[in-house]
C-alpha cells in the first residue's frame, strides 16, 4: 500500500498536516467531526513568525496574509488604567514576518479552502470511534456513523478533548482546567479602538482582558476570568447576555475600558472552558501520532497555540518523507518536538494570573510587568518566534 494518511480532525493542525504531507509526496485525507459548514467557535487568534514562517514552507502564507491583519505593538496596563509599557511585538530574527491577526473561523476556512484547492480530500460529520490496525499494517479508523477509512497510518488532530489520544493511552489524564473561563467577543460598537497594529493587554483586579481593532473597525477582545470547569451540557446553555454579564462584573472595578468594551459587544460572544496540558505521556505508537492541541493543548496567554499547530504538521511531514515508515517518523517527530511544545505550555501557563489580587499583589504584578515591557524585546524570546523549520534539511 502507498503511504496514505487517516488524518482525524480539520482544525489548523490537521488541514496543515495534510498540505504539508502532500508536499512530501504523501498522501492524506481528512476527517472532520463536525458536518461541513459547522461554525468555528472562538475569537481572534496571532499567528507569530514561527508560525507564519513554517506556513511559508508550505506555500500557503499568502492567502492567510490576505485574511487577516498586521500588528507590532503591544501596550500593558494596570487595574487603575495606568499604563505599564509599551513594547515591539517582534525581533530582528523574525524576518519582517511580524504578528497576523485574524479569527480563528476565518484562518480554518481559508485553510481548509486552499487545502481543498489543492485536490486534498475532507469527509465531513466523521467523529472518530476507534481504531484497529490488521496484521498487514492497515490501519482502519471506524466512525460514529458506522462508516469505516484505511489508510497506512493515523494522525490525531482532534483537539483537546482528542479521541485519538485516549485511543493511544486509555489511562492518559485528562486535559487541565486553567481556574479560569476564556470569554471571547467583537464589536464594532466600543467608543475604546486599539491603536493601529497594537494589542492592548489590560491586567485587572480580578481578571485579565485583551483586545486589537483591525483595520476595518472590529475590535477582537478576550477575557479570562475565574471560573470553575462547567460540564458540557452547562456551557452550551449560557447565552451571550449571560457571558457578557460576567466579563462586566468582573472589570467593574477597574479604571480600564474592558467592561464597556464587552458591554458594547452584542451577541458575538462564546464563552469556553480554560485548558492546558503539561505533559502528554503517550505521542504515538508505530501506527498513530498525535499533532496540535491533541498533544499539547497551551492556555491562550503566550498566544502560540495556532502556530504550534502549524509547526507539528509540517515538522511530521518532514520526519515522514525522510524516515522509513511510520515508527520510526513518529519517534523522531516527538524528538523534535517535545521539548519545545512542552515549554511553550509552560510559558503560557506562567503568564496566566489564576487569582483575584489583594492591593500589594497587584503593585508587584504590575511592577513586574513594566519590568519586562521596558526590556528589549529580543531578550528571551528569539527561541519563542525565531523558530524555524528547515524543509531541506534531512531527518536522520
Not at 497576523?100 to 487545502?115: Q, S, V, Y
Not at 491603536?195 to 477575557?223: K, L, S, V
Not at 452547562?234 to 464587552?262: G, M, S, Y
Request: glycine residues 10%; neutral net charge.
Amino acid at each position: 500500500m502507498a503511504p496514505h494518511a487517516l488524518i482525524i480532525g480539520g482544525g489548523i493542525a490537521g488541514t496543515v498536516t495534510a498540505m504539508a504531507l502532500q508536499r512530501a509526496g504523501i498522501a492524506a485525507t481528512v476527517h472532520e467531526a463536525y458536518p461541513e459548514g459547522a461554525a468555528e467557535t472562538g475569537s481572534f487568534l496571532a499567528l507569530f513568525a514561527n508560525g507564519l514562517a513554517a506556513l511559508h514552507t508550505i506555500g500557503c502564507h499568502r492567502p492567510v496574509e490576505e485574511a487577516s491583519s498586521a500588528a507590532d505593538t503591544v501596550e500593558s496596563f494596570g487595574d487603575t488604567g495606568a499604563r505599564l509599557g509599551r513594547q515591539a511585538l517582534t525581533g530582528p530574527w523574525d524576518e519582517g514576518l511580524g504578528v497576523r491577526t485574524l479569527p480563528r473561523a476565518m484562518l480554518c476556512r481559508t485553510l481548509r479552502a486552499e487545502a481543498e484547492r489543492r485536490g486534498i480530500p475532507f469527509r465531513y460529520g466523521k467523529r472518530l470511534a476507534d481504531a484497529t490496525v490488521r496484521p498487514d499494517g492497515t490501519v482502519v479508523a471506524s466512525f460514529e456513523d458506522g462508516t469505516h477509512a484505511e489508510g497506512s497510518m493515523l494522525v490525531g488532530a482532534d483537539g483537546i478533548h482528542s479521541r485519538t489520544r485516549v485511543l493511544l493511552d486509555p489511562t492518559a489524564p485528562p486535559p487541565r482546567h486553567t481556574g479560569q473561563l476564556t470569554v471571547c467577543g467583537a464589536t464594532r460598537h466600543t467608543a475604546h479602538q486599539a491603536p493601529p497594529r497594537t494589542y492592548r493587554m489590560y491586567y485587572g483586579r480580578r481578571a485579565f482582558f485583551g483586545c486589537t481593532t483591525t483595520p476595518d473597525g472590529i475590535t477582537y477582545w478576550f477575557a479570562n476570568i475565574p471560573g470553575a470547569d462547567l460540564p458540557k451540557d452547562a456551557l452550551a446553555a449560557v447565552n451571550p447576555a449571560q457571558w457578557r454579564r460576567r466579563v462586566i462584573e468582573a472589570f467593574a472595578e477597574d479604571a480600564t475600558p474592558a467592561a464597556a468594551i464587552a458591554a458594547a459587544t452584542g451577541d458575538d460572544i462564546v464563552g469556553l472552558n480554560g485548558y492546558d496540558m503539561p505533559t502528554t505521556r503517550v505521542w504515538h505508537d508505530g501506527h498513530t501520532v498525535l499533532v496540535g492541541d491533541a498533544a499539547h493543548a497551551t492556555a491562550p496567554n503566550a498566544a502560540q497555540g495556532a502556530s504550534m499547530a502549524i509547526e507539528d504538521g509540517v515538522a511530521l511531514a518532514r520526519c515522514l518523507r525522510d524516515l522509513p515508515g511510520p515508527g520510526p517518523a513518529f519517534e523522531a517527530f516527538e524528538r523534535l518536538r517535545r521539548e519545545r511544545v512542552e515549554r511553550v505550555v509552560a510559558l503560557s501557563a506562567a503568564m496566566a494570573g489564576r487569582a483575584p489580587l489583594g492591593p500589594e499583589q497587584r503593585r508587584a504584578r504590575d511592577a513586574e510587568v513594566a519590568r519586562r515591557m521596558a526590556q528589549d524585546p529580543r531578550e528571551g524570546t528569539e527561541w519563542l518566534t525565531g523558530y524555524r523549520i528547515d524543509w531541506a534539511a534531512p531527518v536522520h
